[in-house]
């Protein structure tokens, strides 16, 4: 009887905090005026805070990542680059069928995965400023030292266990990072 009362409310229990918000790490802007985090109210219910001292400055009700995703907000609290750690895989693009007697050489260039957005900037609206794909800063050599997963890949120095000096705001207001195997990377408001 005890046990069963005992895990009633064992269960009761993680289900309220199953429903309790996730908010990510509060990022402050390089001239210290605004802060910036991901909030995830439900599954697939987000929102992007830029606050003051003051209190909220603008709200955007959309899923531009997860609280473990990397967050930078403009010295102005206008824009915010969002930076994915781990990225899922692009799909592979398909390859032609060969015709009779012919070879199909493979298309040449980075693979599919390699092609996809690692880093985006969104203005208060929500709409995407400027983006970067991992292929803008690595080569094709450099895409071994990108940490593979499953469905999904680490590129980043400094996050999810891949050594090195991890991504900041430098006091000028340029975001700096390390993708793996490379010198460092500026994003620029």
Known sequence: MRRAALALVLMCLSSSALAEERKGRARVSANGLYSVRMVEAAQGQCRLEVTQESGPVWTLAQCLGTVDDLYFVSNDGERVWVVW?????GKPVPE?????????????????WARVVVAAQYGRDGQRLQEKRLTEWLNTRQLSEVRQLTH??????????????????TDAGVVELEPVGVTTRQLTF
Do not use: C, D, N, Y
Not at 154 to 164: A, R, S
């Open 152 to 169: 999904h890949f680490k590129w980043l120095e400094g996050t999810l266990g891949i050594p090195g000096k991890g991504p900041r705001l």
């Open 96 to 112: 032609p069928r060969p015709k009779k007697k012919s070879k199909v050489k493979k298309p040449k260039g980075p693979p599919a």
């Open 85 to 89: 750690p781990l990225v899922e895989k």
